[in-house]
């Protein structure tokens, strides 16, 4: 079982559409949990990240933790085709190791 | 901004070859980073370094070493590349650990 699971998708949905991606983890451990957005043909950038359990916003985004539930998320709100991307969850461990969901690729139809 | 740069973004080697993969990063960072990212798999870290010359082995290391002589350089080896090997690679540095700064990646094709 991988530490980390990640729908790949693909997810197409129309502009203006709530975007909603998951990842779920094994290991109680993980204290920061992060969200990257990796445009085509570029590397991954850090989109968000959330300490421990809760919720932040930040624009039209809002990234959740459930840690009794071992279970992220990410909203997307009033998508634009610009978030057209594949977004990968990932958690730390130990001092600066990562570990990577395998991606969610998400189009947004203008 | 941080810049990380990557030497090449598409590179084609032949089985057995020695290969290098260069990354340079300018902001003075002490956490330097190579990974391998496959479609399903997500990105897997292959080596890592905490500092000038100390390199720590990630999860997938066999078949790769890596080289850090200067703070901003980090040098991915593939000693003979196989045809398992052909993946993206993505470098990365970060002073904190969990903001990593991500290059363009390399294409590399074994054949």
Redesign the interface.
């Known amino acids: 079982q991988k530490e ?1 699971e ?1 729908d ?1 998708g693909p997810l197409s949905v129309p502009e203006g559409a709530i975007v909603s991606l998951n990842c779920t983890y094994s290991n109680s451990a993980f204290q ?1 949990f ?1 969200w990257y957005r990796q445009y085509s ?6 989109l968000m ?1 959330t300490y421990s359990s809760g919720n932040k916003e930040d624009g039209r985004f809002t990234a959740q933790v459930d840690k009794s539930s071992k279970y992220i998320s990410l909203f997307i709100r009033d998508s634009q085709p610009s978030d057209s991307a594949t977004y ?1 969850c ?1 958690m ?1 461990r130990g ?4 570990s ?4 969610t690729t998400v189009t947004v139809r203008a | 901004d941080v810049k990380v740069t990557q030497s090449s973004r598409y590179l084609v080697k032949r089985t057995g070859e020695k290969v290098f993969l260069e990354c340079v990063q300018d902001m003075d960072h002490e956490n330097m980073f190579w990974y391998r990212q496959d479609p399903g798999l997500g990105l897997r870290l292959i080596y890592f370094s905490y500092d000038v010359k100390m390199k720590e082995k990630g999860d997938i290391p066999e078949g790769y070493s890596v080289s850090r002589e200067k703070k901003e350089r980090f040098s991915l080896i593939l000693e003979s590349a196989s045809t398992n090997q052909t993946s993206m690679y993505l470098c990365a540095s970060s002073i904190t650990g969990f903001e990593q700064y991500f290059g363009p990646g390399t294409r590399l094709t074994v054949t």
């Open positions: 980390v990640q790949p920061y992060m043909r570029k590397g991954p950038e850090l990240y990968l990932a730390r001092d600066y190791k990562l990577f969901g395998a991606g």
